[in-house]
């Protein structure tokens, strides 16, 4: 089943608009984007290495089965925060990890 892009941005776009109601965002910051395996055994190393080719500092959690890559600072902006989303989610659905969110610490 082909992954839903359309669904997945206008999340981040929601997201990103909910914050903003909750107080001030600020201009830049690190963006932490959230994977989790679909296999038992996944290939951490391949999903790693590419998305540190592509700029994220990337942390593994075994227990959880979990991604976090990491980027930034950037343009808190939704569309920036798309642009990094999208490209590490395309990177991280060959590896069998699927996206649950972002985060964000401000820098």
Known sequence: ????YAAQKAETFET???????GGLPDSGIIHFLFY???QDPDWATVEAALTK???????????????????????TPEAI???????????LLSDFYP????MLES
């Open 37 to 39: 395996a679909e296999d």
């Open 1 to 4: 089943m082909a992954h839903d």
């Open 54 to 76: 592509l700029g994220f500092t990337v942390e593994r959690d075994e227990e959880e089965g979990m991604i976090d890559a990491a980027v930034g600072p950037i343009a808190v």
């Open 82 to 92: 798309w642009d990094h989303e999208r490209r590490a989610t395309e990177v991280a």
């Open 100 to 103: 649950d969110g972002w985060d």
């Open 16 to 22: 990103f608009v909910e914050l903003r109601k909750q």
